[in-house]
């Protein structure tokens, strides 16, 4: 089978594909534009190309502190079911497979984007500013799974009828109001309380926040559930967390609504979100950010990625190189001392 177009789409970077993609959000509805960013910043296609071209896997993952389940081999029909575009993912999949085995090499990336999504909206008879992200991720896809691991996988479940018939519109509505206060919640100046949605990987749901607080914190106060059958990572509360102080890279998330909501990030996130190596743009108020360094103001909707690292210096080299392991392993010891003392061990 001719590779042509796969082997086209080689030559872009992990930045050609975060530009293109970029110069495209303008014309992505909202209701996906912060998620298909999102999503590429959960599946970064160096980080891919770093372990692929490992030796030793295992002992490479280790290297980096890797926790979780990194990858999209085994999510081809379903990493991307936060996005509103998530039920034209059969016609997204279908149209990416039919031009890899074209045979025609790619052209220009946000073109070959725009084109996908076009043919894709008339399959779907919808508008392609709701097929352009689902378009780009079923082409990032491609690109790290390869055509024929796209074909066997075993398609999506299908979207309920209920989910079908929300309108995009009211969607992103429903994710800028915040809960009402109470008849006298005007006369509240502290302890207002707000929701945090969140969607994971093979979960979701929603806990309560008081204004200024953490996202982790609120999330710990949650005991509704066993969160670690559901993530390992989750000992205490829905969103993953380790050391609570920008210290492990572990409960970093995706906010895809109310990001305005939320406090900036300051200095000591900044600088630590790019050791861990994950994309956050550098605005006042990113899409990407870490739970246990972030307070919210508001209601917020947020995606909590399936795994974590700590991959800044190794894949992307632009950071000072730091041992964070310690800083993990000795949170993870005072949890495993926590855990002991309550089991009476
Ligand atoms: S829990 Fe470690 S960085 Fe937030």
């Known amino acids: 089978m001719s590779k042509v177009f796969i082997d086209s789409l080689n030559r872009f970077s992990e930045a050609d594909w975060l530009a293109a993609v970029g110069s495209l959000a303008g014309d992505i509805h909202e209701v996906d534009r912060a998620a298909v960013q999102v999503w590429f910043r959960f599946y970064p296609l160096d980080l891919v190309r770093y372990l692929e071209s490992a030796d030793d896997l295992e002992a490479t993952m280790q290297g980096i502190v890797m926790q979780g389940d990194f ?76 055509i024929d691991e796209m074909k066997a996988a075993s398609g999506m479940t299908s979207v309920p009828a209920s989910e079908m018939n929300r309108s995009p519109d009211a969607i992103v509505a429903e994710r800028a109001k915040d809960d009402s206060q109470g008849i006298f919640g005007f006369l509240r100046t502290v302890n207002k309380k707000f929701t945090v949605d969140y969607e994971a990987f093979g979960y979701d749901g929603s806990f309560t926040i008081i204004d200024n607080e953490e996202i982790t914190s609120a999330s710990q106060k949650d005991q509704s559930r066993e969160w670690q059958a559901m993530d390992e990572r989750c000992w205490n509360g829905p969103v993953p967390i380790e050391c ?41 108020h990113p899409f990407l950010r870490l739970a246990c360094q972030t307070k919210a103001h508001g209601n917020a909707t947020i995606v909590i990625p399936p795994w974590n690292a700590v991959f800044g210096k190794k894949v992307r080299g632009n950071v000072e190189d730091v041992d964070l392991e310690p800083v993990t392993t000795s949170a993870k010891k005072l949890r495993e001392t926590i855990a002991d003392a309550v089991s009476g061990e």
Request: proline share 3%; hydrophobic share 35%.
């Open 244 to 284: 609570t102080s920008a210290s492990c890279g572990t409960c970093w998330i995706g906010v895809i609504g109310g990001t305005e909501k939320l406090s900036e990030p300051e200095r000591r996130e900044k600088t630590r979100i790019k050791t861990f190596g994950y994309n956050q743009p550098d605005e006042k």
């Open 71 to 146: 990858g999209l081999l085994d999510k081809i029909d379903t990493s991307h079911a936060f996005l509103y575009g998530n039920r034209y993912w059969p016609q997204a999949k279908a149209e990416a497979i039919k031009r890899a085995e074209s045979g025609e090499p790619a052209g220009d990336l946000a073109a070959e984007i725009r084109s996908l999504a076009k043919t894709v909206a008339s399959d779907a008879k919808t508008k392609e500013s709701l097929t352009l992200g689902i378009a780009a991720v079923a082409l990032m896809t491609l690109v790290q799974t390869g």
